[in-house]
């Protein structure tokens, strides 16, 4: 008897910590969409259908971690669709002329961080927004890489370069995948278990009271938006070693896909909230999303009101949960000071994470 108490006891504990914790409402509502979609089509739960969605996922998860950096201390990068063409681009000339392949990854790398470094320079020492910013890049990189290329694709490329998105784990799990998926263990240590991590969730959830608790608060919104521009070029140089070719195009729409997985994956837009285990789980619902939209037949233009239809759903839950916490803490501290409550609020999230 008393073993079936203490049993109870254990799974409704395990119950009431998985509820609480924050990416449990992307897993449930990931595993019913899938049981869903699942009994509609029974082509989305086959091997090959399952190896597409990690294939197409990887280049979106590569730099959602770093996106997620940004939205916690309640900044916005919308130039990373273009940094993945450029690093694409680069990285292609770069292996093209017959350098080694670490070093066409590494330009790649290289040149998406000099974009991360001019965001994040003009926004903490210049002091313009992010949306204004990273909207200029946005336009301003798509045209260097047009500039670059003068609209021709970066063709073709040597095999030893393609082959780095080839290779499979297992033979099943590809490499863009395994990359991703380390980046976001990275990135989870590093926001968990670091003092950077602590400082990116303090200025967003108050960046006066960090920057007086002694956070060098412009240093590490600068290298946030570096890590992003740098994890984009990343995902660039994955997607033409894909493609087989650089392309001036590529990456269109992928900061909204990237945003969008993040929002949806529990970061708040307003800061000081978010984990990267729920928005790689964000990410990878989108992408569910977008493939059993497809098989399903329905037209890209309904994909498009769908998608945008969740992620305002998502933010007006994000924002039911932040007054929750808000009313929560006067209720349990006192305070009357909206900003002192969010930032109390924040605290409590991002501890549960």
């Not at 890049?137 to 073709?156: C, F």
Request: include cysteine; charged fraction near 10%; proline fraction near 3%.
């Amino acid at each position: 008897m008393n073993k079936k108490k203490s049993a109870s006891t254990v799974i409704e504990s395990a119950i009431r910590k998985f509820l609480n914790r924050q990416e449990s409402s992307i897993i449930m509502a990931l595993a019913v969409y899938i049981v869903f979609v699942s009994c509609i089509n029974s082509n989305f739960i086959s091997s090959g259908n399952i190896f597409n969605i990690l294939r197409s996922s990887g280049f979106a998860l590569i730099a959602i971690p770093g996106m997620t950096l940004i939205l916690i201390t309640a900044g916005l990068d919308l130039s990373v669709g273009s940094v993945l063409a450029l690093g694409g681009v680069v990285s292609g000339m770069v292996a093209q002329s017959g350098a080694p392949v670490p070093v066409a990854i590494l330009s790649g790398v290289l040149v998406g961080a000099a974009i991360g470094c001019i965001n994040g320079y003009i926004i903490v020492k210049v002091g313009i927004p992010p949306l204004i910013v990273t909207l200029g890049m946005q336009y301003a990189a798509r045209g260097l890489v047009s500039v670059i290329t003068r609209g021709v694709p970066v063709y073709p490329l040597p095999k030893n370069f393609t082959a780095i998105e080839q290779v499979k784990l297992f033979g099943v799990i590809p490499t863009v995948v395994i990359v991703a998926i380390s980046i976001a263990i990275l990135f989870h240590v590093v926001l968990t278990h670091t003092p950077f991590g602590r400082a990116v969730y303090a200025v967003g959830g108050n960046e006066e009271a960090a920057r007086i608790s002694g956070i060098n608060t412009g240093k590490t919104k600068f290298y946030v938006y570096l890590i992003t521009s740098a994890l984009a070029g990343l995902a660039g140089v994955f997607m033409a070693a894909r493609l087989g070719s650089g392309e001036a195009a590529a990456g269109t729409g992928y900061e909204l896909t990237v945003i969008c997985g993040s929002i949806i994956g529990g970061t708040s837009v307003l800061g000081g909230t978010g984990t990267i285990l729920g928005a790689i789980l964000g990410g990878l619902f989108m992408e569910i999303l977008t493939n059993s939209l497809t098989l399903m037949r329905i037209s890209v233009y309904w994909q498009q009101l769908v998608v945008g239809t969740i992620l305002i759903l998502a933010v007006m839950l994000d924002q039911y949960k932040r007054n929750l916490m808000l009313k929560r803490s006067i209720r349990s501290t006192g305070v009357t000071n909206k900003q002192e409550g969010l930032s109390y609020a924040a605290k409590t999230d991002s501890s549960l994470g």
